[in-house]
């Protein structure tokens, strides 16, 4: 099978190598097109353009850093739309709002093309290990043609229905992870500021009803500041901020999703949106240090 695939950032240098490494013909494109050259080693091809891409394969898929780029890849000069029709099925996996996915799907199947929204739970590790879980929702002719592609790279997927149920449950999921990250970080001070070992802490929670996989991986590198990029902090922002404006609409109110929003954009205000999302875990140290 061959595959497009635009975006190599951590998530999709990861999913591209994965479909090469099991046997699927892929060409890729990066808007710096230097991070191409990891995969040609693999046996890619590379494409100059989104629309280069999309002429040559007839299932694309997509995973860029926010709404923004996503437009951007599909509307703008040497995009997406340029050689998208009859045919030929876009996959947009980048996580975005409902609004956005509506509007490249109208522009996609109004050219004749078919597209699905999927984007994806799980993070750079699982990306690497095939073990994403997959949130599609749009043409379910498309999502049957594309199973094994997502067999590949992920452990599981979801068909949700028609477009903006997939990118509204990644909300849901991010925006509850986003404030647990938030939760977690200030349990972490506490336990260090009131005088206990915060590894004793871990072990604790690992024990009890709340214990997951996410503590148990970012705990320890938390304790050592260490931050090290796996989902960086900007787009857990960007997750957040989405999530509330979908709560906005629905009349839900979210106050520890708010409150986790205003950590995640000081942390950005301090320059550590590149960092991994648990360097929020900084922002609570300088509050509780100033109080
Ligand atoms: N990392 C994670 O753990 C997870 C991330 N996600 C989601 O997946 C998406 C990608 O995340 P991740 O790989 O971590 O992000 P990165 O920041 O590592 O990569 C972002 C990608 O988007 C590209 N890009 C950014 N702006 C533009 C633009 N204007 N035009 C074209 N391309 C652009 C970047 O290109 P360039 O290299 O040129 O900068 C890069 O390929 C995001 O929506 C994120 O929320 C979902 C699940 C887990
Ligand atoms: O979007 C991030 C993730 O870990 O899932």
């Known amino acids: 099978m061959e595959v497009g695939f635009l975006g190599l950032g951590i998530m999709g240098k990861a999913m591209a190598m994965n479909l090469l490494k099991n046997g699927f013909k892929v060409t890729v494109w990066n808007r710096t097109l230097a991070k191409c050259e990891e995969l040609v080693e693999f046996g890619a091809t590379i494409g100059d353009t989104p629309a280069a891409v999309v002429k040559k394969c007839n299932i694309t898929v997509a995973i860029l850093s926010d709404p923004s780029a996503a437009l951007s890849v599909v509307f703008d000069k040497d995009g997406v739309l340029e050689q998208i029709g009859s045919g030929k099925g876009y996959i947009d996996m980048s996580t975005v709002d409902d609004d956005t996915s509506s509007k490249i799907h109208k522009a996609v199947t109004a050219k004749g093309g078919s597209f699905l929204e999927a984007p994806v739970s799980g993070s750079k590790k699982p990306a690497e290990d095939g073990q994403l879980v997959i949130l599609a929702a749009g043409d379910e002719a498309l999502y049957e043609e ?80 260490n931050y090290s990029p796996a989902f960086p902090l900007k787009h857990q922002q960007k997750d957040m901020r989405l999530a509330l404006a979908l709560g906005d609409e629905n009349a839900v109110s979210m106050p520890a999703a708010a409150a986790a929003n205003e950590a995640f954009k000081k942390a950005r205000s301090m320059e550590l949106g590149d960092l991994d999302f648990s360097a929020v875990h900084e ?7 100033s109080s």
């Open 283 to 289: 922002i609570v140290k300088i509050h509780k240090s």
């Open 146 to 225: 594309a199973i094994p592609a997502f067999d590949v790279l992920g452990k599981k997927s979801f068909f949700l229905g028609h477009v903006g149920n997939g990118a509204k449950m990644k909300l849901v999921v991010n925006m509850i992870m986003g404030s647990m990250m938030n939760a977690f970080s200030e349990g972490l001070v506490l336990a260090e500021r009131s005088g206990l070992n915060p590894h004793a802490l871990l072990d604790v929670l690992d024990l009890g009803g709340i214990a997951n996989p996410m503590f148990r991986l970012k705990g320890p590198t938390m304790i050592q500041n």
